[in-house]
């Protein structure tokens, strides 16, 4: 403990030095002039392909590894004309035409030589017709797959004169998923920015002042995307277009708290101390444990997603942790000294002078922290019922997967050229299911495949017994009835496995994109219930060493999930009601909770840690109140600025990103302005000194009646 309280001692000493300061911001200079470079590169490292977002162990994982034996990893692009009239002679000859065209191309990975079709609906007076275009996919085919889809675009026109032409298929829906996730990282990056830059105007009313934490900020994010750039490229670390884009928010969010947490403290210490070094020295001394058991609070949980079977979930763990990690040291270094260089006149217009008056002690938190003081019981109690009955919003919650038709919100083209397949073709048409066996038992499991209700028998492509051949195994394709994204069809792969699975000796798998929608679906339900746990269990021991007490953090961790509730409950309600969206994604409650816990629970440390420290000077209830009134305006800015950035995942167009932005931001809010500031003030209220139990505070703090030392305080005010 020694070691530890001197090394803090020479962090901030250094840090705060009057020289030191400078070599602290030179070697950030030094820093980011190094890793500029390598931040740049991060989307070229993403790794976005199936296997980066599929568990593991899948089934349909390993069909896809296996595949990859008997031909080059391919997504069929599928165009597809129709005319409800039938299609006309002059239809049939732009068709052959578009044809002959396709297989001429050869970029962007495209196999034209390899197309197949037309292939019409019905023999006579057809009213539709489909190509099949394979489009090769490799290393960096999942980056190039949207100007694959344009390329074929190109060849075959937009249709018109009541002949319609989409593209759809595997190929044309992760082409228009692609072009969602473009430009991702910029969309995110000035959405983040100007929320950020809206807020701390708002928060310091300095024009100049915001600039501090911004540059930081900025420093930090640059930082740690060279650093996961040089470990995705070196060290085997799983970016995609998820985790990155989720990094952006992560480092914006909670380095811009923190910078909030701990400039809130020096302002106020700004007041007591003349010498700007010696007010910094002890904001530092005095916020920095709190700061820094948030961050680590914040990292830990993100490590234990390390522990999910989603490879796409498991991957963002160490990226989420070391963006916050450079967030968390950029404001605990960069951040300190550069305040220090620009002095008291960067909070222009409202210099915080020597000497000034404290402006928290008679503000709107300190009058509700007294008021809360008058009946805290009946303040928790009535709040906590009003937020268990807003939480009963979780019966309209559909977080069973969203099918691509609902996964945008908007529609784009592979969407409609879908719906129009369906009406001529069956509806798996294009994203058929990949069968891998043993050859000696190939016939017998094609057999089975065809038997079941939701397979077309006539469609598996190549016989069994002639299928291509590799170390003894086989691989063909049957196509399915129902659209490939559909609880019919996901129940149809589950029943074709335990038919062929049955087969004697086949060690037959069964794959392809609904299997993988399947797989990744039953893995996502398996990290909700191992990871849930855990995070809540990482919290409960932070916050018990932080506050060195268990009574504390089990009230904190309860209202952490009553909060959680309530978010997803309103949340269900908004998406049902307002935005008619149509369900979620299985793993929407996963990120939601380890998001808003992970980071909300930063708002209750800062407070907690506050009102330990009054408490040890003036007893656990006035303590309460004072801890309200200091804290309560930085954290309420603090949440504001965590919501914004999170808001910002709205801008894109993905129904997802959206749902996950939205129930963020309004967990966040609710954490701020009901639950920390009410339910946790009045709990904590209600308790007493019990709530530092075990430690000495629970007996020593100097209470003796329930209420008199805050009922003194409210009494004096009001005189």
Same mark, same amino acid.
């Given at each position: 403990?020694?070691?530890?309280?001197?090394?803090?001692?020479?962090?901030?000493?250094?840090?705060?030095?009057?020289?030191?300061?400078?070599?602290?911001?030179?070697?950030?200079?030094?820093?980011?002039?190094?890793?500029?470079?390598?931040?740049?590169?991060? $989307?070229?490292?993403?790794?976005? #392909?199936?296997?980066?977002?599929?568990?593991?162990?899948?089934?349909?994982?390993?069909?896809?590894?296996?595949?990859? +034996?008997?031909?080059?990893?391919?997504?069929?692009?599928?165009?597809?004309?129709?005319?409800?009239?039938? @299609?006309?002679?002059?239809?049939?000859?732009?068709?052959?035409?578009?044809?002959?065209?396709?297989?001429? @191309?050869?970029?962007?990975?495209?196999?034209?030589?390899?197309?197949?079709?037309?292939?019409?609906?019905?023999?006579?007076?057809? !009213?539709?017709?489909?190509?099949?275009?394979?489009?090769?996919?490799?290393?960096?085919?999942?980056?190039?797959?949207?100007?694959?889809?344009?390329?074929?675009? #190109?060849?075959?026109?937009?249709?018109?004169?009541?002949?319609?032409? +989409?593209?759809?298929?595997?190929?044309?829906?992760?082409?228009?998923?692609?072009?969602?996730?473009?430009?991702?990282?910029?969309?995110?990056?000035?959405?983040?920015?100007?929320?950020?830059?809206?807020?701390?105007?708002?928060?310091?009313?300095?024009?100049?002042?915001?600039?501090?934490? @911004?540059?930081?900020?900025?420093?930090?994010?640059?930082?740690?995307?060279?650093?996961?750039?040089?470990?995705?490229?070196?060290?085997?670390?799983?970016? $995609?277009?998820?985790?990155?884009?989720?990094?952006?928010?992560?480092?914006?969010?909670?380095?811009?708290?923190?910078?909030?947490?701990?400039?809130?403290?020096? !302002?106020?210490?700004?007041?007591?101390?003349? #010498?700007? +070094?010696?007010?910094?020295?002890?904001?530092?001394? !005095?916020?920095?444990?709190?700061?820094? &058991?948030?961050?680590?609070?914040?990292?830990?949980?993100?490590?234990?997603?390390?522990?999910?079977?989603?490879?796409?979930?498991?991957?963002?763990? %160490?990226?989420?942790?070391?963006?916050?990690?450079?967030?968390?040291?950029?404001?605990?270094?960069?951040?300190?000294?550069? /305040?220090?260089?620009?002095?008291?006149?960067?909070?222009?217009?409202?210099?915080?002078?020597?000497?000034?008056?404290?402006?928290?002690?008679?503000?709107?938190?300190?009058?509700?922290?007294?008021?809360?003081?008058?009946?805290?019981?009946?303040?928790?109690?009535? *709040?906590?019922?009003?937020?268990?009955?807003?939480?009963?919003?979780?019966?309209?919650?559909? &977080?069973?997967?969203?099918?691509?038709?609902?996964?945008?919100?908007?529609? %784009?083209?592979?969407?409609?050229?879908?719906?129009?397949?369906?009406?001529?073709?069956?509806?798996?048409?294009?994203? %058929?299911?990949?069968?891998?066996? $043993?050859?000696?038992?190939?016939?017998?499991?094609?057999?089975?495949?065809? &038997?079941?209700?939701?397979?077309?028998?006539?469609?598996?492509?190549?016989?069994?017994?002639?299928?291509?051949?590799? $170390?003894?195994?086989?691989?063909?394709?049957?196509?399915?009835?129902?659209?490939?994204?559909?609880?019919?069809?996901?129940?149809?792969?589950?029943?074709?496995?335990?038919?062929?699975?049955?087969?004697?000796?086949?060690?037959?798998?069964?794959?392809?994109?609904?299997?993988?929608?399947?797989?990744?679906?039953?893995?996502? *339900? +398996?990290?909700?219930?191992?990871?849930?746990?855990?995070? /809540?269990?990482?919290?409960?021991?932070?916050? =018990?060493?932080?506050?060195?007490?268990?009574?504390?953090?089990?009230?904190?961790?309860?209202?952490?999930?009553?909060?959680?509730?309530?978010?997803?409950?309103?949340?269900?309600?908004?998406?049902?009601?307002?935005?008619?969206?149509?369900?979620?994604?299985?793993?929407?409650?996963?990120?939601?909770?380890?998001?808003?816990?992970?980071? =909300?629970?930063?708002?209750?440390?800062?407070?907690?840690?506050?009102?330990?420290?009054?408490?040890?000077?003036?007893?656990?209830? %006035?303590?309460?109140?004072?801890? /309200?009134?200091?804290?309560?305006?930085?954290?309420?800015?603090?949440?504001?600025?965590?919501?914004?950035?999170?808001?910002?995942?709205?801008?894109?167009?993905?129904?997802?990103?959206?749902?996950?932005?939205?129930?963020?931001?309004?967990?966040?809010?609710?954490?701020?302005?009901?639950?920390?500031?009410?339910?946790?003030?009045?709990?904590?209220?209600?308790?007493?000194?019990?709530?530092?139990?075990?430690?000495?505070?629970?007996?020593?703090d100097g209470e003796s009646h329930p209420h008199e030392a805050v009922g003194a305080r409210v009494s004096q005010s009001s005189e």
């Open positions: 403990m020694r070691q530890l309280d001197a090394w803090k001692r020479n962090t901030i000493r250094f840090v705060c030095g009057r020289r030191s300061k400078w070599l602290v911001v030179a070697l950030w200079l030094v820093v980011l002039v190094i890793a500029a470079p390598f931040g740049s590169k991060l $989307n070229s490292a993403q790794d976005n #392909d199936a296997q980066s977002w599929l568990p593991g162990s899948a089934e349909s994982t390993q069909v896809l590894d296996i595949s990859e +034996h008997f031909r080059p990893e391919q997504i069929p692009g599928v165009v597809i004309y129709a005319r409800a009239s039938g @299609l006309t002679a002059q239809d049939r000859q732009q068709i052959a035409q578009d044809v002959r065209q396709i297989k001429a @191309l050869r970029a962007h990975g495209v196999r034209g030589a390899e197309t197949q079709g037309p292939v019409f609906d019905r023999q006579s007076a057809p !009213r539709a017709a489909q190509i099949y275009v394979p489009i090769t996919m490799n290393a960096q085919g999942w980056q190039r797959i949207a100007p694959a889809v344009d390329s074929i675009r #190109d060849q075959v026109g937009r249709g018109g004169g009541g002949l319609a032409v +989409h593209i759809t298929g595997p190929g044309g829906t992760s082409a228009d998923f692609s072009k969602a996730f473009e430009g991702i990282d910029t969309t995110l990056l000035f959405s983040a920015m100007t929320v950020v830059i809206v807020m701390l105007l708002l928060t310091f009313r300095s024009p100049t002042l915001l600039f501090v934490p @911004l540059l930081g900020v900025v420093a930090a994010l640059f930082t740690a995307q060279a650093l996961i750039y040089v470990l995705a490229k070196h060290a085997g670390l799983t970016v $995609n277009g998820q985790s990155a884009g989720i990094l952006t928010v992560l480092v914006f969010g909670a380095g811009t708290d923190y910078a909030l947490l701990l400039v809130a403290r020096y !302002r106020e210490e700004l007041r007591r101390h003349e #010498d700007r +070094h010696e007010a910094m020295a002890l904001a530092m001394n !005095r916020a920095g444990p709190a700061v820094l &058991a948030s961050g680590l609070t914040v990292v830990l949980s993100m490590l234990v997603l390390l522990a999910a079977e989603m490879n796409s979930t498991r991957g963002l763990g %160490p990226v989420a942790a070391i963006g916050v990690t450079i967030a968390l040291l950029a404001m605990l270094t960069l951040f300190p000294a550069l /305040l220090l260089i620009f002095g008291r006149w960067i909070f222009w217009p409202a210099v915080p002078h020597f000497g000034s008056a404290d402006p928290t002690e008679g503000g709107l938190w300190a009058r509700m922290g007294r008021r809360i003081a008058r009946r805290p019981r009946l303040v928790w109690g009535a *709040t906590a019922v009003a937020l268990v009955a807003l939480s009963l919003g979780l019966f309209q919650l559909r &977080a069973a997967g969203i099918a691509n038709a609902d996964a945008f919100t908007n529609t %784009p083209d592979s969407i409609v050229g879908q719906k129009v397949s369906a009406r001529y073709f069956p509806a798996g048409t294009g994203d %058929p299911l990949v069968i891998v066996s $043993n050859k000696a038992q190939a016939t017998q499991v094609g057999r089975a495949v065809a &038997a079941d209700r939701g397979v077309v028998p006539t469609s598996i492509g190549v016989p069994p017994g002639t299928a291509p051949e590799h $170390n003894g195994q086989v691989l063909f394709e049957a196509t399915m009835r129902a659209p490939a994204d559909s609880d019919a069809a996901k129940a149809t792969v589950q029943r074709v496995r335990d038919a062929v699975h049955a087969v004697p000796g086949a060690d037959a798998r069964v794959g392809g994109g609904t299997a993988a929608l399947l797989d990744m679906e039953n893995a996502q *339900t +398996h990290d909700n219930y191992l990871v849930i746990p855990l995070v /809540l269990t990482v919290v409960l021991l932070v916050l =018990g060493v932080l506050l060195r007490a268990l009574v504390a953090p089990l009230l904190l961790i309860g209202t952490v999930v009553l909060s959680l509730a309530t978010a997803l409950g309103l949340s269900a309600l908004a998406f049902r009601h307002v935005f008619d969206y149509a369900g979620e994604d299985v793993a929407f409650p996963l990120f939601v909770f380890v998001f808003l816990v992970a980071l =909300g629970i930063d708002y209750n440390i800062f407070l907690t840690t506050r009102i330990r420290e009054e408490a040890m000077r003036q007893g656990t209830r %006035p303590g309460v109140v004072t801890g /309200l009134a200091t804290t309560g305006a930085v954290i309420t800015s603090a949440g504001l600025v965590l919501a914004g950035t999170f808001a910002a995942l709205g801008t894109l167009p993905m129904v997802g990103f959206a749902e996950i932005g939205f129930a963020v931001a309004l967990g966040v809010l609710l954490d701020t302005f009901v639950v920390r500031s009410v339910l946790v003030t009045s709990l904590f209220l209600d308790v007493g000194k019990k709530v530092w139990w075990p430690h000495h505070l629970a007996h020593e």
